[in-house]
């Protein structure tokens, strides 16, 4: 388990590193809406570093349990 979710020192080394995975997990905080649409620009990264190759994908939505401060609607999710 890997986690890239801060890229901003090593975005090449870790884009590289990316060829060499068989899987990813994608996890995004379901009580802030922006961790939700940055999924998009990770699926995006995800299938450059990989060209041709088709890895698994697996969206969590983290923090569910919190019912009162869900910020994404269910209707987002029909898209992934």
Known sequence: LYDI???SRTRSS???SLRSFH?????????????????????RMVQNAMRASKAP??????????????????????GL
């Open 57 to 78: 994908m697996v969206f969590v939505g983290l923090k569910c349990d919190l019912t009162d401060q869900i910020a994404i609607p269910e209707s987002h999710f029909q």
């Open 23 to 43: 899987g990813f997990i994608l996890c995004f905080d379901m009580t802030r809406f922006a961790t939700f649409t940055a999924v998009s620009s990770w699926v």
């Open 5 to 7: 979710s801060d890229l």
């Open 14 to 16: 870790t884009i590289s």
